[in-house]
């Protein structure tokens, strides 16, 4: 997936969850500054960085136990 599309799909699921931006940079350990400039595609991501942002937001999907 690329980074257009992963931005895209991240936005989208952090809407449907009911996440913000601040509680799903804090669960990542991430800067507020960070995590803006990966929302509006100005940062390359890494497979890693990747992982850890879809990893924490299913973490926090309300639908999950």
């Known amino acids: 997936m690329n980074d257009k599309n992963f931005?895209?799909?991240?936005?989208?699921?952090?809407e449907e969850y009911g996440v913000?931006?601040?509680?799903?940079?804090?669960?990542?350990?991430?800067?507020?500054?960070?995590?803006?400039r990966i929302e509006t595609g100005k940062l390359p991501l890494t497979e890693e960085l990747k992982a850890e942002i879809h990893k924490q937001l299913e973490r926090l999907n309300p639908l999950e136990p």
Do not use: F, P
């Not at 931005?7 to 952090?14: A, D, G, M, Q, T």
């Not at 913000?20 to 803006?36: D, T, V």
């Open 7 to 14: 931005i895209k799909e991240l936005k989208l699921k952090r």
């Open 20 to 36: 913000s931006q601040r509680r799903l940079r804090g669960a990542c350990g991430i800067s507020r500054e960070h995590y803006n």
